[in-house]
């Protein structure tokens, strides 16, 4: 007992010289190590632990971009004449079909967008670190991501907006998210969106993510289609290609209930307030899926997965971006989805790192109290800077992170925690082996409980006011069953003008009524006045 007594203190007095070394430095005073009443040692487990709770979104953001197809086309299918192909190749419906010509090249397209999805989240980080001075880290933004793969490009490119396209409009909405910040403009520009709009925007994007989720090309598989109900209670263990519909009976997929275990173990960190409590889930549906084998393997004994477990061998490995980055494509501007796509994805980045930024600002003990915080005007620079480097790299909207409280409440005030969540992140790319192995099983039960997290917000509607409430209640509910975030934005804020409308042209009318009685006064008492002035004049 002794001993290990001795060598804990031996250990804070360690600490303790490194942490007084590190404040009387160059960087610690650049950091406001002590102006902020933090240390270095602390700014460091503050990182570890921020990057602890968003380190599935590696994983997480490259498995839902790939469902979009990314640059694969019907080109990289493999011809297969029992497959309905015709003497000019494969037809678009090889991209659905489980084609292993276009399999792989999902899979080279998931390896890349792990790598980007990793770098972005470094570059963004570190900038925030080293010029905003903040314990904020970024990285590509759940929300987004999904409207980006389902929405603007659709699954395996069946949307209106090729990828390279979709990326362009990206790009662009990061550089005028630039140019808005540069100006100032950017919080006045989120005040300018009703509240109710703005709070019921993230919950409903909490209900677009959990409902992506609970599908099966991304999730666990609990819910699919239905030729009655459009969709219905699923989890089969088989399911027919065309239909969808399940063989066999419901809640027979060994794999769902592997994700449910995951779903469960996750939940239970998170109430007990474990740190990584959403990727220990994550970690424990995976390591099983790993055993070959098994019901629930992800690597069956076929060609697709014999690739796999190679590739998965490794271990460790540098994957060198090759498909995603610097795909960028502006031919397809002349549409109107395109530019529908561009305000949308303003509009969500305004409102997400607007909101994300003020209210940790106050949580950390750095706001103004004026509604705005110390390193404001970088930070919204940095964030607008990190978007357009995630368009070059191939993935979407870079955004500061909520998970950045994890850090917060561990003591982190500085900017060296968002380096050090940069440098974890770097690690990161040395193992795509491991990180583009992660089945979607794993994966969707931590969308559902990003989308439970979201909808905490939903309290603060004023829901006694219909005025407040229809407007924010489509929102929400528009956004999962139209599969589009962008019709439920349009939704409430159209409701919201048509509802206050009406209050307006009435409280016009009430102006005008009023300002005639007044004149009808005045002139009737002019008139008076003009006659008692005559009868006087006659006497």
């Known amino acids: 007992m002794g001993g290990g007594g001795g060598q804990r203190r031996s250990w804070r007095r360690v600490e303790a010289a490194l942490n007084r070394a590190f404040a009387d430095s160059a960087a610690g005073r650049y950091f406001k190590i002590d102006a902020r009443d ?45 497959r309905n192909s015709s003497a000019a190749g494969p037809g678009p419906e090889c991209k659905f079909d489980g084609n292993p010509g276009y399999q792989r090249c999902l899979e080279r397209t998931k390896n890349d967008l792990v790598v980007a999805t990793a770098a972005a989240a470094v570059v963004g980080s570190f900038a925030m670190g080293a010029v905003a001075n903040l314990p904020l880290a970024l990285a590509p933004g759940m929300g987004a991501n999904a409207y980006f793969a389902y929405d603007m ?91 969808g519909d399940c063989l066999g009976g419901t809640l027979q997929s060994p794999t769902f209930w592997l994700g ?101 600002a106050e949580y950390g003990g750095f706001a103004d109290g004026e ?3 110390e390193g404001e005007y970088r930070a919204f620079a940095v964030d607008a800077s990190a978007t357009i480097v995630g368009a070059a790299l191939g993935t979407t909207t870079v955004t500061t992170y909520i998970e950045s409280t994890a850090g917060l409440r561990e003591g982190g005030r500085t900017g060296v925690t968002a380096i050090a969540v940069a440098v974890l992140f770097a690690g990161s790319l040395f193992f795509s082996p491991l990180l583009t192995n992660v089945p979607p099983w794993a994966v969707g039960p931590s969308l559902v409980l990003v989308g439970a997290m979201m909808m905490r917000v939903a309290r603060e509607v004023e829901w006694a ?17 139209t599969y589009s975030i962008a019709y439920g934005i349009i939704a409430g804020v159209g409701t919201h003008i048509v509802l206050h409308l009406f209050d307006g042209v009435a409280a016009v009318h009430a102006w005008v009524s009023s300002f005639r009685k007044k004149t009808n006064h005045k002139a009737d008492g002019d008139q008076i006045t003009a006659t008692e002035q005559n009868i006087a004049q006659t006497v």
């Open 371 to 373: 509604g705005g915080f």
């Open 465 to 481: 006011e219909a005025k407040e409430a229809v407007p924010a209640f489509l929102t929400m509910i528009l956004m999962p069953l």
């Open 153 to 243: 490009v659709g699954f395996h490119g069946s949307g209106g907006v090729p990828y390279e396209t979709a990326l362009a409009a990206v790009f662009l909405e990061g550089c005028i998210f630039l140019a808005l910040s540069l100006l100032g403009l950017r919080s006045r520009l989120a005040r300018l969106i009703p509240r109710p709009i703005r709070l019921a925007s993230a919950a409903g994007i909490g209900l677009f993510l959990a409902f992506t989720g609970l599908q099966a090309q991304v999730g666990v598989g609990l819910v699919g289609p239905s030729p009655s109900t459009l969709v219905t209670l699923a989890a089969c263990s088989r399911t027919d290609p065309t239909t």
């Open 260 to 360: 449910a275990a995951g779903f469960l173990l996750s939940a239970m960190c998170l109430t007990r307030n474990v740190k990584g409590g959403t990727i220990s889930g994550i970690v424990f549906v995976t390591v099983v899926s790993w055993i070959r084998g098994t019901a629930v393997t992800a690597f069956p004994d076929t060609e697709h997965g014999n690739a796999n477990f190679d590739y998965f061998k490794k271990i460790v490995d540098f994957h060198v971006i090759q498909t995603t980055a610097g795909r960028i494509s502006f031919t397809g501007f002349s549409r109107k989805e395109v530019w529908l796509a561009v305000a949308t994805l303003l509009y969500v980045d305004v409102l997400d790192t607007t909101g994300s930024m003020c209210s940790m």
């Open 38 to 82: 933090t240390s270095f040692t602390k700014e460091l487990r503050a990182g570890a632990a921020t990057f602890l709770t968003m380190v599935y979104i590696i994983s997480v953001n490259a498995a839902i971009l790939t469902d979009s197809g990314g640059p694969c086309t019907v080109g990289d299918c493999t011809p297969l004449p029992s």
